[in-house]
């Protein structure tokens, strides 16, 4: 059967400034770049993000590159703490005002439209010192400052913006679960970044309605269907709160202008609600997305939670709903045994389609992480990640069931371009159409960026 998708399709990749261009003639550290040196154990194989993929100096070459395998679209993100010189008054570096330009105007010289994504996870370390981040709600008036001067800047060639890459991955990591700088276990802080985050979104999202560049803008979220292990009412009960907490709670702002009631109750009840105003909430109520962008790796198994919650422990959403290993599920071999169900980007779509008023929507990231890719060389020394083709394929019947249904998806972005760093896992699993040599940083193309090469040209593929 032949699996054919809409005209004028986004096929490509995901990437973003921290995690590729390393810090050459960048003047501000980001927090990313402190931890390191404040902590270098606990980044795998002790490796920073000071080089990446010298994507500062190779970006032309890497252009031609996405050209090579007909990538006509490809997401990356500016670093604020690249950008902008002094964060209060939002004034410009001009060496990375030019680089910016320049790069996006590679990428545009080569059949490769930009999708702009303003923050990655990275705040610049100033802004952390003096105000702790998103903890402080002038950051998020900082933060729309930055945009308007993204938008003024590059507004003339990008059409396709977005706010914030996974804003629910720096509140777990940084808040509550010790994976992100700042470490600090405070959930009712957390929470509280996490608000602001939504808040410094709708601020963005005003100036760029407000300048009026004529292109739109969105946000991605990585969203983790939650699949309830049974029927049990408390099983369903779990599932539904870990979709209001893990899922709903920057979308349903986002899309619809307001928080999901579930998560506002439970928040209530448990004395976790952040300090709000009613003007913060109507500007989050008048500045909604033009789309949506999807991360999605891996589904949720919920249960209702198999212990009492320590009332001694620091307040965590897991006391509403454990994770649950489904038996007979399919893992995958080459990434921890996260499990695979090509199914769920299906589920996704008629999500959107049915609790989202169909808006327009892509798969920003789908990425199939395979770990040791050295022992998958051919005779000629290519990596061959037939795995991750064939993986890819399922996943793309599915949504193309959901695009004959009438979901209005209009790309796909795999994660990654090149194999990149990726926080505290550093170098450790690939994704990439192209293998990064760490000693060289050279980039080689991998058997997947074939595969793709062709499907782009076909728009399309054959099962
Ligand atoms: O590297 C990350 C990316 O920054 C956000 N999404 C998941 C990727 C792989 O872990």
Redesign the pocket.
């Known amino acids: 059967m032949k699996y054919e998708f809409p005209e004028n399709f986004l096929w490509g990749a995901a990437a ?1 400034g921290p ?1 590729t261009e390393g810090i050459t003639n960048k003047q501000h550290q980001s927090t990313w770049e402190h931890w390191f040196e404040q902590e270098p154990d606990r980044f795998y194989n002790n490796l920073s993000n000071f080089v990446a993929c010298d994507t500062y100096n190779r970006y032309k070459e890497d252009a031609k590159l996405m050209k090579s395998i007909n990538m006509n679209s490809f997401r990356t993100s500016i670093q604020w703490s690249r950008l902008i010189d002094d964060f209060e008054t939002a004034s410009v570096n001009e060496d990375a005002k030019n680089f910016y330009r320049d790069y996006f105007e590679e990428l545009i010289a080569n059949g490769v439209t930009p999708v702009i994504n303003l923050f ?2 990275d705040m610049p370390m100033p802004l952390y010192e003096q105000y702790g981040g998103f903890e402080s709600k002038h950051v998020s008036e900082l933060f729309a400052k930055y945009a308007k001067v993204c938008f003024e800047l590059y507004g003339d060639i990008v059409k396709l913006w977005t706010t914030f ?2 804003p629910i ?1 720096t509140v777990e990591g940084g808040y509550f679960d010790d994976f992100h700088f700042p470490n600090k276990v405070d959930p009712k802080l957390g929470i509280q970044v996490g608000y602001n985050t939504q808040l410094a979104h709708a601020l963005a999202v005003k100036e760029f309605k407000a300048l009026n560049t004529g292109g739109e803008i969105g946000i991605t979220v ?1 969203l983790t269907p939650a699949y309830p292990r049974s029927n049990n009412p408390a099983d369903l009960k779990a599932s539904e709160i870990a979709d209001a907490i893990l899922n709903k709670s920057f979308v349903d702002p986002s899309v619809k202008g307001h928080f999901p009631q579930l998560l506002i109750d439970l928040l209530r009840e448990d004395d976790m609600l952040p300090e709000y105003t009613k003007d913060e909430l109507e500007i989050i109520s008048e500045n909604l997305v033009d789309f949506i962008g999807i ?1 999605y ?1 891996v589904p949720q198994r919920v249960c209702a939670p198999r212990h009492l919650h320590n009332p001694e422990s620091p307040w965590h959403y897991g006391k509403y709903f454990d994770g649950y290993s489904m038996p007979g599920s399919r893992n995958n071999p080459h990434r921890d045994n996260n499990e695979i169900y090509p199914k769920a980007i299906y589920d996704i779509a008629k999500t959107v389609q049915n609790e989202y008023g169909n808006i327009k929507w892509y798969v920003a ?1 789908i ?1 199939i ?1 395979i770990t040791n890719e050295d022992s998958l060389r051919d005779e000629s020394g290519m990596v061959d990640d037939s795995f991750r083709t064939s993986l890819f394929k399922e996943h793309m019947v599915q949504l193309h069931k959901a695009i004959e249904e009438g979901s209005n998806c209009f790309g796909v972005h795999q ?2 371009f090149i194999d ?1 760093w ?2 505290i ?1 550093s170098h450790k ?1 690939r ?1 990439g159409f192209f293998y990064l040599d760490l000693e060289t940083r050279d980039r080689h193309m991998k058997k997947h960026a074939l595969y793709f090469k062709q499907l782009v040209e076909d728009n399309g593929f054959e099962m």
């Open positions: 973003s995690q990655h996870f890459n996974e991955v990585n991360n790796y990231e990425g992480s994660w990654t990149n990726s926080w896992n699993r994704y």
